[in-house]
């Protein structure tokens, strides 16, 4: 992702990230960042933007149009000319994971236990498909019975695995109703509950509950964390034309 090899579609030489287990009609939205390339490159006059510097700006206004907060983002990425679907699964972390796994898999990437919880408040936003969350709803001991039957609603035993559930209350509006669900037992994923389910990182879903501007600032500074990891500069990697494809 910080340096662009999400965008890559599948060829012959690219084993396209797209296909990963966490982003199978999960990641979308790439038309988006082709519209803007386009526009970027028709000022400039020439490809002198990169795919990695316009995803992470991208995202960082989409968390302020939704109503997060705002941070710098630093420029001068360059884009992969590779991409691995066997390193995007190992990467991504999975949302049956435990918390000991969540804080491993956040510790291989440079990020502590403060920037995992922050970043999981991410969820604040978006939607996740019944795949992932159907083993919680049935199987779970820690779930608030009310919530459960609510899911089981629209995520069957067998069936409807790409049906689509709001990760909080309010999925289209950054706040902290996700980590008010946590605290009532109303995670929609295993990996979301994990947060607050008697481990080290309790105290902290308590402290983003209770003061919203905590939250807020912690989370900037987790996604200026989380941007630097692995990016490419300076002579390394390429600036794309055509973000789906690796220039000739």
């Known amino acids: 992702g910080c340096d662009a090899s999400i965008l890559l579609d599948p060829s012959p030489t690219i084993d396209s990230e797209k296909g990963a287990l966490a982003n199978q009609n999960s990641a979308r939205g790439f038309e988006v960042i082709d519209e803007i390339k386009a526009e970027v490159d028709r000022i400039c006059g020439r490809p002198v933007v990169s795919c990695a510097d316009i995803l992470a700006v991208a995202a960082r206004d989409s968390v302020v149009a939704l109503g997060g907060p ?13 991409a691995s679907r066997t390193q995007a699964d190992i990467d991504i972390p999975s949302p049956l994971m435990d918390l000991p796994a969540l804080i491993n898999n956040f510790r291989n990437q440079g990020l502590n236990q403060r920037d995992l919880v922050a970043l999981s408040g991410g969820h604040t936003i978006g939607f996740a498909q019944c795949l992932a969350f159907r083993g919680r709803i049935y199987n779970a001991t820690n779930i608030d019975p009310s919530f459960a039957k609510e899911r089981r ?54 402290t983003y509950r209770l003061y919203p501007q905590v939250f807020r600032k912690d989370f900037a500074h987790s996604m200026i964390k989380m941007g630097n990891i692995k990016s ?17």
């Open 70 to 82: 705002s941070w710098k983002v630093r420029l001068g990425r360059r884009d992969s000319t590779t």
């Open 153 to 206: 609603a629209i995520c069957p035993r067998t069936g409807g695995d790409t049906t689509l559930a709001p990760l909080d209350s309010t999925a289209a509006r950054f706040d902290t109703a996700y980590f008010n669900s946590l605290v009532k037992q109303r995670g929609l994923l295993t990996s979301d509950q994990a947060l607050f389910s008697g481990g080290s990182t309790d105290n902290l879903v308590n």
């Open 232 to 248: 490419l500069t300076g002579n390394q990697g390429q600036i794309r034309v055509n973000c789906r494809i690796v220039n000739n």
